[in-house]
């Protein structure tokens, strides 16, 4: 399945995507008993009953069913709880600074009021100098996880997507710490869809791109993290309870603006397009 959150913002309705894409299934209009938001949805047990109504869309009554032409999506998770990031999660991203790789992740987290959609804008800050991109493969929490194994991670996970760490660099540099420069509202579009476990694939092996204006700017694939998801959840859910809802970006390849020589930053109107193979792609301009 690929669930979305669609409509207007702070109205967002949950909804599957059918027929590749072209049209979204208002899952509460289509069985009332179905949540009509992503949060209540993942808090209760209504997977079965989802697949069951999505088997054959052929009945749906057509005030269920919308063009997704002209809707706006929002984050899956338009008002997660946690957004748990990991830094220096990538072999070719600890290379291309000379770092050792991390013997344990490294932890930070972004303000959920960075949440935004996959194809809404992203706001350049007053006063902000040094604008960068970051490609990531997002996990999206499906139950309550504490104290996790790495070999039962997968029980805990609704599913993937794509997920944007836009990062101001002056402030994360400069404060020393790096919640502020990652945490400006609309720094963390993410999306356009959870997409279950069963339809995502291999998630430890997607290939994982991102574009500014047309030019390829990071280009890897999952299988070089250094701590794979199940070690991601095993770790933080040792003393961090994780709730539905809750979404893991679980770090960035080489490539990114900063460190490009010159540094390759971004500005007001660039375009930035971001890809998970099979995952969706996130289109985000700079505003």
Same mark, same amino acid.
């Given at each position: 399945m690929r669930l979305v959150s669609f409509g207007?913002?702070?109205q967002e309705r949950l909804g599957a995507l059918i027929e590749n894409g072209a049209r979204i299934v208002d899952l509460n209009r289509a069985d009332a008993s179905i949540p009509a938001e992503m949060l209540p949805f993942l808090r209760g047990d209504f997977w079965a009953r989802t697949q069951a109504l999505l088997a054959d869309t052929s009945k749906?009554? +057509?005030?269920?069913?919308v063009k997704r032409a002209g809707v706006r999506l929002g984050a899956p998770v338009p008002r997660p709880g946690l957004i748990v990031c990991i830094g220096l999660n990538y072999k070719d991203h600890a290379d291309e600074q000379g770092? +050792?790789? +991390? +013997?344990?992740?490294?932890?930070?987290?972004?303000?959920p009021m960075a949440a935004c959609g996959p194809e809404d804008d992203v706001v350049y800050p007053e006063g902000v100098e040094q604008l960068d991109y970051e490609v990531e493969l997002g996990v999206i929490i499906g139950k309550t996880a504490k104290k996790v194994q790495a070999e039962d991670a997968g029980k805990f996970i609704a599913g993937y997507c794509v997920f944007h760490d836009?990062?101001?660099?002056c402030a994360q540099f400069g404060d020393k710490q790096w919640f502020r420069g990652k945490s400006f509202d609309t720094f963390a579009p993410f999306g356009p869809a959870l997409v279950t476990p069963d339809e995502a694939g291999d998630a430890g092996n997607?290939?994982?791109t991102c574009k500014v204006n047309g030019e390829t700017r990071q280009n890897s694939s999952t299988s070089k993290l250094i701590h794979g998801i199940p070690k991601l959840v095993e770790y933080i859910t040792r003393g961090i309870t994780l709730q539905p809802g809750d979404v893991i970006a679980t770090g960035t390849p080489?490539?990114?603006g900063v460190f490009f020589k010159p540094p390759k930053l971004l500005k007001r109107g660039d375009t930035v397009e971001l890809e998970v193979q099979g995952l969706g792609k996130l289109v985000n301009r700079i505003v």
């Open positions: 207007p913002l702070g749906l009554a +057509p005030q269920a069913v770092h +050792p790789y +991390p +013997p344990a992740p490294l932890l930070f987290s972004k303000g836009v990062s101001a660099r997607l290939n994982i080489s490539g990114v």
